[in-house]
């Protein structure tokens, strides 16, 4: 950036000189050639008004260069700063803004800033030199024209300020629009399937035309703001054009002024104006930079709600503590700080403990909405409990940094994604995992044999979302992710909802051969597969109802017995 800013002012300080020039090759230089006489002097005051013309030139592209480079590279550097942001917020934090609103931070937001950040580099310098160098050499060809285009000044600076100030708050409704456009096209795009299947094209059609035509409204109405500043500003600069012109007429009429300074005035007047143009689209530009900048500052700035707590003075490890215990935990998507106004209803769970020792399994059965899929959440901490403590080997996982607590854990969650990419690396994870562990773990899960039709085995490059694998192929390697880390822990959730019930119970008893150092958690609407499972919890509207082996609940338990005689009845 210096050096660009370093030619800018070089270059458009240079430039600012050959109005000046020429009025003195006008009125001293060319009244005194005659015939051959004061020709070299000609020559040579054209050719110093060409050669500035070229450092102006030159240094002007070479500083716009330089702005083009900078505002990318600190741009770059802005979105990363972002996205690692982002992959730091805690699920409360991220379902306040919203997933839509964090693509439109990262990708528009960002590009708005990056289209100001080089502007005011390439033309905030150029603009405010000319402006000001324009009036102060202008003033020295003539005080009194100067004095009179000056007068116009405070109006056009008036109508900037006004109608820029004015423009800010729309364009964060406009940005807020787009949030919401992207967040229907992204639920569109995600559920193309059903949208089809259901024959639902033109509903979605309209929920898009609607958010598409919201945006549209909220940029016409900023966009409508702003375009008014240009026409109010030439209204002021022409009024200025003409008093100048009346003024620098009769100047010269009575010998005040020379027909060249006159002719050099005007061209500063139009460089002048020019300048006025391009501080008015700088504004435009930063009203629109301005809202997307609040916006991303507003994660980059956020302060993370899972903070690192210190361990106790007095702890001691306890090698026989249990691998996992939940001591009275509740918890609610609601205000964590307002947490004695939640009322007893409003808990996603209430009152949930249960101990899981190393080695162990553990199965986790319920209803749609029971909060199954919730207690994974807290126990890898995306969120934080609203009372009670979650602790892993006797330590509460709030004192455990977050990337040590989650390298513990091998999940398969049940919206998980295959990436764009080959199957070693879908696997591997950026795990640096050997191909035998990666091939061990595939045959664990039964996913090895399809993997070995594919063309390039373990180098096949997926499709996006893994459109090439079918729904069963997709979970088993999910299960191959999760269990290719020799992880401590290993969450399962509902991963073999698309899986027959063969390869399911082949899929058990892989791990229970191969597997068996490892705690493996369950999270499933199959009584067949919790059912061989050390200790099994049955959860109805987020609290315990029941725990214990597939036999003790079988006597224990009426809503297992209910679902026992469902399920299992249907596969006799």
């Not at 096209?185 to 309209?206: F, H, N, P, Q």
Request: charged share 25%; with cysteine.
């Amino acid at each position: 950036m210096f050096i660009g800013y370093l030619f800018k002012i070089s270059g458009t300080v240079v430039g600012l000189f050959i109005p000046k020039i020429m009025a003195h090759i006008l009125d001293e230089i060319v009244p005194s050639v005659k015939l051959n006489e004061n020709y070299i002097e000609l020559l040579l005051w054209s050719l110093l008004m060409i050669a500035c013309a070229l450092i102006d030139r030159f240094c002007n592209v070479f500083a716009n260069q330089r702005a083009a480079l900078a505002s990318t590279q600190a741009v770059n550097k802005l979105r990363y700063d972002l996205y690692e942001k982002m992959l730091t917020l805690s699920g409360r934090q991220t379902d306040k803004v919203g997933i839509p609103s964090l693509v439109s931070r990262l990708t528009s937001d960002s590009y708005n800033i990056h289209t100001c950040f080089n502007i005011f580099q390439r033309m905030g310098v150029r603009a405010t030199i000319l402006l000001f160098g324009g009036l102060a050499i202008s003033a020295t060809l003539d005080p009194i024209m100067t004095l009179t285009f000056v007068a116009t000044l405070p109006f056009v600076f008036a109508i900037v300020f006004t109608i820029s100030r004015r423009g800010v708050p729309f364009y964060t409704k406009v940005q807020s629009s787009v949030d919401g456009m992207v967040r229907v096209m992204r639920e569109d795009v995600s559920g193309i399937r059903v949208i089809k299947a259901l024959s639902k094209e033109d509903y979605e059609r309209e929920r898009f035309d609607k958010a598409n035509t919201d945006t549209v409204k909220n940029e016409l109405k900023a966009s409508g703001i702003m375009a008014a500043s240009g026409p109010f500003i030439s209204l002021c600069m022409n009024m200025g054009l003409v008093l100048v012109i009346v003024v620098g007429a009769y100047r010269v009429n009575i010998g005040a002024a020379k027909p060249g300074v006159v002719v050099a005035f005007l061209t500063y007047f139009t460089i002048i104006l020019n300048a006025v143009i391009s501080v008015n689209r700088i504004f435009i530009i930063y009203s629109k930079a301005s809202a997307s900048a609040k916006r991303v500052f507003e994660i980059i700035d956020s302060e993370n709600d899972l903070l690192i707590e210190k361990l106790p003075e007095d702890y001691r490890e306890n090698a026989d503590a249990p691998i996992v215990e939940f001591k009275n935990v509740y918890f609610s998507y609601g205000d964590i700080e307002n947490e004695r106004e939640i009322s007893e209803e409003k808990y996603v769970l209430s009152d949930v403990s249960f101990k899981l020792n190393k080695g162990e399994t553990l199965g986790i059965i319920g209803a749609t909405g029971a909060g199954k899929t919730t207690i994974i959440s807290l126990l890898m901490r995306y969120y934080d409990v609203t009372k009670g403590e979650i602790l892993i080997n006797g330590r509460n996982i709030k004192t455990y940094d977050l990337s040590e607590l989650r390298t513990m854990f091998g999940t398969a969650f049940q919206n998980n994604v295959i990436f764009a990419d080959t199957i070693r690396e879908n696997i591997s994870f950026g795990r640096d995992l050997s191909e035998e562990e990666i091939v061990r773990a595939l045959t664990a899960s039964d996913a090895y044999r399809f993997v070995k039709e594919k063309e390039g085995e373990l180098d096949h490059v997926a499709s996006i979302k893994g459109a090439d694998f079918s729904g069963g192929q997709k979970q088993r390697m999910y299960v191959a992710r999760a269990l290719a880390g020799k992880s401590e822990i290993i969450v399962l959730d509902d991963s073999a909802s698309a899986l027959d019930y063969k390869t399911d119970a082949k899929i058990r008893e892989n791990l229970r051969n191969d597997y068996s150092s490892s705690t493996l958690i369950t999270i499933a609407q199959r009584i067949s597969s919790v059912m061989k499972m050390d200790n099994i919890i049955v959860l109805e509207d987020g609290k315990i109802t029941a725990q214990g082996n597939h036999e003790e609940l079988m006597a224990s338990s009426e809503i297992y017995k209910e679902i026992a005689a469902t399920q299992l009845g249907s596969l006799s």
